[in-house]
């Protein structure tokens, strides 16, 4: 019993920091977008700087699940949840990546408002950060239909990256002294366009969790 209680609480401990690493995730995706419009660079740096923070972060959590996993020998749904985790963190770290990206944008489309305010890049940031929120919500409660609800989202940001694309290849031809700039924003829409796949495998790892099950969501 006192092992069994051990682990609970170590495990208890790893759902904190995935709350933790989840939020700065989220916090460093809303900076990148205030950053990008607002054309702030400092704020990009700050940025940049937390995504060490966070590449850390995903360090220490897979080191105390592997050893979790080394020492108590857990089994069925204790175990997939210690997968689970990794798979967690893996796809964090890649959105953090992409927030990182993002922040880059900043500098990149400096000058250009009418690229630093596209209302497709705000919405697919912003949707991105719902994903986040709700996916690791869907984690933390063993919620699998929730993570099914929050998977659906990245419907939502394909149909804004296909639109933005759209729309700027239309510019590209009326303003051939914009493609350069427009280049950047549409590699922009995709790292926010793969954020979402990465929101998604998240969700696919909370059903794996819950029900033991692969299932293969938004094909």
Known sequence: MQTRIVFLEALNKLRHDILTMATMVEEDLG???IALQHNDKELAKTVKAGDAVINAMQIKIEDEA????ATQQP????LRELVT?????SNLERIGDHAVHLAKAAAKLSGSPLFRSTEHLTRMAQTGKEMIRSGVSAYLNQDAEAARKAAALDDDIDAE??????EVLKLMKKRPELVKKAVRLLNTSGFLERLGDHGTNICEAV???VNGTHEELNK
């Open 85 to 89: 985790i990794f798979k967690l963190t």
């Open 66 to 69: 592997a050893i979790l996993i």
């Open 31 to 33: 900076k990148a977008l």
């Open 161 to 166: 990256h296909k639109l933005l694309t759209e």
């Open 207 to 209: 059903i794996y969790m």
């Open 75 to 78: 089994v069925a749904r204790d």
